[in-house]
């Protein structure tokens, strides 16, 4: 029965027909067949021809031919839970298909002692290497992971290459990153940056975001490649329109030098508050100086003080600086020398020089803080 509902299934011997095919897989799976159950299941699963999409009757049938051992029915059972959040009836499912050599239930097994409430990263890595001996990329890449961060076996940086490498060949992106980052800073393996930047292309290829913003480093700073401006900001381009901050950062820093396209202060602007949204430090910083300098938008105190103040709390020794200045002077705030001697000292503590010398200046002429000669010389 079962062949038969197979040989109308692909129509192999007798006209193609879906309808005819579901009624011998009922036959066969009624009579018990594990892999009529699977198909049929599979058919109110997907809604075939000839049946209705029901997910109770397909349940039923997945159970019946997990239970006779179909290893694809079991998995597809763990696919099932895992989606409704059903942790215990996913594992459950998952181990029986793995322990049958299933290599996605293995994959998803171990992800699931990795990342869930019975989490066992013992158990994870023990799944994880048995499905990337079957070449699965994901537990390979999962693996490198876990012996790079030292996450359920000591650091190994030798052994988190090689599975980023087996990863990478079998075409994962966040392997092919990784591999490139191994390349570039000598983890693992003797630096490369021609190999870096070889593993940074395969991965950007698949629209890995820091894979491109590190081509357009490579390309900018000539590692691994020839220099090529137009090349990096090509790279560059490409991650900041998908929302990368440090891209949208050295663009905008691009507009704002000229380097290889004509000098775009508005361009500059419109980047860096881009990427200061994000809360990247070095953008919040050059927002609040385009405020404060009148470069590709109005000069408007007011806004300059909000985004020195953003850096600044982000620990920006010389956003710091300009807050302590701008209440020093009393620019766009009411002057208040305790809150610029705050400010310098943050920004002097962090070793900014000038900061150190406004710090003494105030010490020693008593601005914010009782005068102290011996502070004064300190700073």
Known sequence: MFKLAVCFWKG???????????IWFRKAAMAGHPEAQFNLAL??????????????RALYWFSKAAKNRNVNAQYLLGVIYDVKKNEELAM???????????????????????????????KA????????EQN????????????N??????????????????AAENGNTDAQFNLGLSYARGCGISSNPTLAVKWYKEASKKGHISACVNLGICYEHGCGVDRDMNEAIKWYRK?????????????????ENGNNVEKDYKQAFYWYEKAAKQNELEAQFNLASCYAFGKGTEVNYEKSIEWYRAAASNGCY???????????????????????????????????????????????????????????LEW
């Open 12 to 22: 192999k011997h007798v006209k193609k027909s879906q309808k005819h095919a579901i």
């Open 43 to 56: 058919c109110y699963y997907d809604g075939k021809k000839g049946l209705e999409k029901n997910e109770k």
């Open 92 to 122: 459950k499912w998952y181990q029986k298909a793995a322990e049958q050599g299933h290599v996605s239930a293995q994959f998803y097994l171990g992800l699931c002692f990795h990342t869930c409430s019975k989490k066992n990263i013992k």
């Open 125 to 132: 890595i023990y799944w994880y290497k048995k499905a990337a």
């Open 136 to 147: 699965d990329a994901r537990a390979q890449y999962l693996l490198g992971t876990c012996y």
């Open 149 to 166: 961060d030292g996450n359920g076996v000591p650091v190994n940086k030798e052994e988190a290459f090689k599975y980023y490498s087996l």
């Open 239 to 255: 991650a900041a329109d998908a929302g990368n901050s440090i891209a949208q950062f050295n663009l905008a820093l691009c507009y």
């Open 318 to 376: 010389r956003s710091q600086f300009n807050l302590g200045i701008y209440y020093l002077k009393g620019i766009s705030v009411i002057k208040d020398y305790s809150h610029a001697v705050f400010w310098f000292r943050k920004s002097a503590c962090q070793g900014f020089a000038i900061a150190q010398f406004y710090l003494a200046l105030c010490y020693l002429k008593g601005k914010g803080v009782e005068a102290d000669k011996n502070k004064a």
